[in-house]
């Protein structure tokens, strides 16, 4: 019997939805869809076409997270090994983090365990209000990975996190979204509409400007002030010299709407030549 695609692929204009395939495991994990998202992943930032990329799930579920089958197995294998294949996943959330072009995860239903650290991953998160979300570890005597409790850091406390983490308990969408990862509620059902939408808004924009946007918005949870100050120096003394400022400023003058798509000739270049780009995927 034919394999299904681990991941789906469609076009709505500039904005390219990437969906896991896996409906019948609650769209769980596996190294076949790490390699064909990594691979997605790719292509698209190559594809000048493609301004922004939606990340969701089939079947009315975003990520269960890991297969607890496959890491039942795991347990048999040498520390080395164990290693190893957890290093898919992390790789997996390097390349959603690093991606130049704007990531939005739509999740309806569940986003669990490595599912949760892949939604707050992607740059921008639209949810809907009833979906369920669990650093569910401890509940199967393990602990977090995919970078799930740097991610939560980076918007709850201290107290709040260590409660999500030795709890495993169920958050709603409505619940972090007052806690701050998601960005937009969205009705039962209309997670992946509102995130198309919202996909379509940036995906308009300037590439590089929004590639080193992005980076300065990674960049500035991980360092001090000093420099993020010179990381925004070096970026916007690039940037004034780019046609895409040329075009917008030009376009704010003249009272119309910039026209940056017709700019996308070649793949925008993410950093400007010598900037040092600090390590935000720890």
């Known amino acids: 019997m034919e394999q299904p695609l681990p991941l789906l692929q469609r076009r709505e204009g500039a904005v390219l939805v990437l969906s896991n395939n896996n409906p019948a495991a609650r769209n769980a994990l596996s190294p076949a869809f790490y390699a064909a998202l990594t691979e997605a992943l790719a292509q698209a930032q190559a594809d000048?076409?493609?301004?922004?990329?939606?990340?969701t799930g089939e079947g009315g579920h975003f990520c269960a997270g890991g297969d607890l089958r496959q890491l039942a197995?795991?347990?048999?294998?040498?520390?080395?090994?164990?290693?190893a294949k957890l290093e898919g996943l992390?790789?997996?959330i390097r390349t959603v983090r690093d991606c130049r072009k704007p990531v939005i995860a739509a999740v309806e239903g569940a986003a669990a365990g490595a599912g949760l650290s892949l939604a707050l991953a992607c740059d921008m998160l639209v949810a809907a209000r009833n979906a369920v979300f669990s650093v569910a570890y401890v509940k199967v005597g393990l602990t977090p990975d995919g970078g799930a409790t740097a991610f939560l850091a980076e918007f709850v406390s201290r107290q709040v996190l260590t409660e999500l983490c030795l709890t495993g308990e169920r958050i709603s969408g409505e619940r972090l979204h007052a806690l701050g990862p998601v960005n937009r509620l969205a009705e039962p059902g209309e997670a992946l509409a509102l995130a198309v939408a919202l996909a379509a808004q940036v995906a308009t924009g300037p590439d590089t400007a929004i590639a080193n946007i992005k980076a300065l918005c990674r960049s500035a949870y991980v360092q001090p002030l000093a420099d993020q100050l010179e990381l925004e120096a070096q970026l916007m003394v690039m940037s004034q010299a780019t046609e895409e400022s040329r075009e917008g400023i030009a376009a704010f003058l003249e009272k119309r709407p910039a026209d940056f798509a017709r700019l996308r000739q070649v793949p925008a270049t993410a950093t400007a030549a010598g900037a040092t780009q600090p390590d935000t995927t720890k």
């Not at 000048?48 to 990340?55: E, H, K, R, W």
């Not at 197995?73 to 290693?83: G, M, N, Q, Y």
């Open 73 to 83: 197995k795991r347990r048999e294998l040498p520390v080395e090994e164990r290693r």
């Open 90 to 92: 992390h790789d997996l």
């Open 48 to 55: 000048p076409t493609v301004g922004a990329i939606v990340l």
